[in-house]
């Protein structure tokens, strides 16, 4: 009787020490690539003759901070905007444009861009008129230039 | 200096890995203004007073366009190109007339001949010259003749 359980007890310790355990694991990440997009553009622009604002609105859309600038295409040496028809005859134009969120002017054609926090659906609104005086004898036509916006992030 | 190398490598990857993800997003909006054609006539003469004999009344107006345009004029009393005021009271008394319309010279036509092309973008001032072929006589019956001298602008 004393034999057969000391056996068994050697057996026991035995087995505890052969006893071991694996381990394993496998990083998990996602990666959100910085995105902005434009989203709401208005199609286009349409000045007024008796020089009142017209106005228009876009959306910006990031996902990590951003700045933002505006641009006309067509500039007098950094002075003023203008429209231009086939005869590139020119009539000034005056833009500006601000954040709808805080009414915080965006850059326009110069300077440092606008910076944003992002992470937001931010609403634009531009206004723009003709500045020179449309007379009587300003020739019959279709002026024209293009509001250009940037946003970098 | 191999230190300074590692620092020199290790800033260029940063400055790469940051110009890698720097990115611009960009839209544009087509502005336009249309100024559609117009013309207008002004400072319209009320009345041009022709005198009894061969001499002038004068008148004249304006035309203001925004575009090319050319004009022509026409009496409402005329017949085979003549021109003649008549009578208010007695339409068969009739006295011939010279009526010309010209711009700083030009000859504007009246009831005949080719419109007057004119480039516009101007106030463009219109002087009217009326006179009668023959001056009143003795015989000439008494009475108030008139006429009206019609503007066309087309553009």
Same mark, same amino acid.
């Given at each position: 009787?004393?034999?057969?359980?000391?056996?068994?007890?050697?057996?026991?310790?035995?087995?505890?020490?052969?006893?071991?355990?694996?381990?394993?694991?496998?990083?998990?990440?996602?990666?959100?690539?910085?995105?902005?997009?434009?989203?709401?553009?208005?199609?286009?622009?349409?000045?007024?003759?008796?020089?009142?604002?017209?106005?228009?609105?876009?959306?910006?859309?990031?996902?990590?901070?951003?700045?933002?600038?505006?641009?006309?295409?067509? /500039?007098?040496?950094? /002075?003023?905007?203008?429209?231009?028809?086939?005869?590139?005859? /020119?009539?000034?134009?005056?833009?500006?444009?601000?954040?709808?969120?805080?009414?915080?002017?965006?850059?326009?054609?110069?300077?440092?861009?606008?910076?944003?926090?992002?992470?937001?659906?931010?609403?634009?609104?531009?206004?723009?008129?003709?500045?020179?005086?449309?007379?009587?004898?300003?020739?019959?036509?279709?002026?024209?230039?293009?509001?250009?916006?940037?946003?970098?992030? | 200096?191999?230190?300074?190398?590692?620092?020199?490598?290790?800033?260029?990857?940063?400055?790469?890995?940051?110009?890698?993800? #720097?990115?611009?997003?960009?839209?544009?909006?087509?502005?336009?203004?249309?100024?559609?054609?117009?013309?207008?006539?002004?400072?319209?003469?009320?009345?041009? #007073?022709?005198?009894?004999?061969?001499?002038?009344?004068?008148?004249?107006?304006?035309?203001?366009?925004?575009?090319?345009?050319?004009?022509?004029?026409?009496?409402?009393?005329?017949?085979? #190109?003549?021109?003649?005021?008549?009578?208010?009271?007695?339409?068969?008394?009739?006295?011939?007339?010279?009526?010309?319309?010209?711009?700083?010279?030009?000859?504007?036509?009246?009831?005949?001949?080719?419109?007057?092309?004119?480039?516009?973008?101007?106030?463009?001032?219109?002087?009217?010259?009326?006179?009668?072929?023959?001056?009143?006589?003795?015989?000439?019956?008494?009475?108030?003749?008139?006429?009206?001298?019609?503007?066309?602008?087309?553009?």
């Amino acid at each position: 009787m004393k034999k057969t359980f000391l056996a068994i007890t050697a057996l026991m310790m035995g087995s505890h020490a052969f006893s071991a355990t694996a381990t394993s694991s496998i990083p998990m990440s996602v990666e959100i690539a910085k995105k902005c997009t434009f989203s709401n553009v208005a199609s286009e622009m349409i000045l007024k003759e008796d020089g009142s604002d017209t106005t228009a609105g876009y959306t910006v859309t990031c996902n990590t901070p951003y700045s933002i600038s505006t641009d006309n295409a067509k /500039w007098y040496e950094g /002075w003023y905007s203008y429209i231009s028809n086939a005869q590139n005859e /020119w009539l000034k134009t005056g833009v500006g444009t601000r954040a709808v969120r805080d009414n915080t002017l965006v850059t326009l054609h110069a300077g440092t861009p606008l910076a944003r926090p992002g992470y937001s659906v931010d609403d634009y609104e531009v206004s723009i008129h003709v500045s020179t005086p449309i007379t009587a004898t300003t020739r019959a036509s279709v002026y024209t230039d293009t509001y250009l916006i940037s946003v970098y992030y | 200096m191999k230190t300074l190398t590692k620092i020199t490598l290790v800033a260029i990857a940063a400055l790469s890995s940051a110009l890698t993800q #720097a990115a611009t997003t960009s839209a544009s909006i087509p502005v336009s203004l249309t100024i559609t054609e117009k013309c207008t006539i002004s400072d319209v003469s009320t009345n041009i #007073a022709i005198p009894n004999d061969t001499t002038s009344g004068t008148g004249a107006f304006k035309v203001t366009c925004n575009t090319p345009y050319s004009i022509r004029t026409s009496t409402t009393n005329t017949s085979d #190109a003549a021109t003649f005021v008549k009578s208010i009271t007695n339409s068969s008394h009739k006295l011939n007339t010279n009526i010309t319309v010209d711009l700083n010279g030009t000859a504007v036509p009246v009831n005949v001949g080719a419109a007057l092309s004119q480039p516009g973008l101007t106030v463009d001032t219109y002087n009217v010259n009326a006179a009668l072929v023959a001056a009143v006589v003795s015989t000439t019956p008494a009475g108030s003749y008139n006429d009206t001298l019609n503007i066309s602008v087309d553009y």
